[in-house]
């Protein structure tokens, strides 16, 4: 599987239709990996677009690495990624913890980013979200196991899971992921939210935990389009297509889709 070696390390990246004369950058959530996309959102996005996923470190099939999960440092990674293959500017996608990466990434990198779509990003200070979204990050498991079998019609063997079990205690029990995150608890009221200009789409889902959230971000972003979906946190397994279609129907707005 592809990997690319930036600050020393491996990332796992996985790529479609590269030809394509925009990118598309999807960033993952806490304790998930790029399949989040990969098997029903990816496809239909690499019709038109080059498509980008890949693990953010000590995630999937990236290096470990058991500091520097603060929001700059993971948008640090993302340029670093970008630079490394030589991408100047992509419409940037993501969801849950990768929502706010995509957020602050464009805060701080804003001539890098073209296009903004955030999926079901939570408000860092919301106790009650965050435990129920480490909840819904362990079933995510279940999820990807589910997925991984319905499209290669492999089932996924013991060793296999142990392994993806080891990682997610590697990230709860031995990197900084959890005391970083405490230190973004006042992220919505100390980032300049409303200085983000790209047109950005949030996605949420209507039964989530997350609506308000949504509906903050909506209210700050001058240019955002607010849309909520049948469903809950768990959005990318519940409504694949329907994300896709929205986030094709909003890219398309800009690009003209052969």
């Known amino acids: 599987m592809p990997h690319i070696q930036i600050q020393n390390r491996e990332i796992h990246i996985q790529e479609l239709n590269k030809d394509a004369p925009q990118t598309i950058v999807l960033i993952h959530g806490m304790f998930s990996n790029l399949s989040v996309y990969y098997f029903r959102i990816a496809p239909l996005l690499a019709k038109y677009f080059h498509v980008i996923m890949y693990d953010l470190k ?3 099939l990236s290096s470990r690495v058991d500091h520097g999960y603060r ?3 993971m948008s640090y990674d993302l340029i670093d990624l970008m630079d490394t293959l030589m991408l100047e500017k992509v419409h940037l996608v993501g969801y849950s913890f990768g929502g706010l990466v995509a957020l ?9 980013i073209d296009r903004l779509g955030v999926i079901e ?8 979200t965050m435990d129920i ?7 995510f498991l279940e999820h990807y196991i589910q997925n991984f079998t ?3 019609k492999v089932k996924m063997g013991k060793r296999q899971l142990e392994k993806n079990h080891r990682m997610y ?8 992921i959890k ?4 230190k973004e608890i006042a992220y919505f009221s100390s980032a300049p939210i409303s200085s983000i200009t790209q047109n950005t789409l949030l996605i949420y889902g209507k039964q989530s935990n997350c609506l308000e959230s949504g509906k903050f971000l909506a209210k700050h972003i001058v240019n955002a389009e607010f849309v909520t979906l049948p469903g809950d946190h768990n959005l990318p397994m519940q409504a694949p297509e329907l994300i896709a279609n929205k986030l094709l129907g909003f890219l398309s707005k800009q690009a003209v889709l052969a």
């Open 133 to 139: 979204i480490d909840i819904y990050s362990k079933e």
């Open 169 to 176: 205690q590697y990230l709860f029990d031995h990197t900084s």
């Open 150 to 152: 319905d499209t290669t």
């Open 58 to 60: 000590s995630h999937g």
């Open 104 to 112: 602050n990434t464009c805060l701080k990198y804003p001539s890098r």
């Open 71 to 73: 929001f700059d440092d």
């Open 121 to 128: 990003a939570p408000d860092p200070g919301d106790r009650k």
């Open 179 to 182: 005391d970083d995150m405490e």
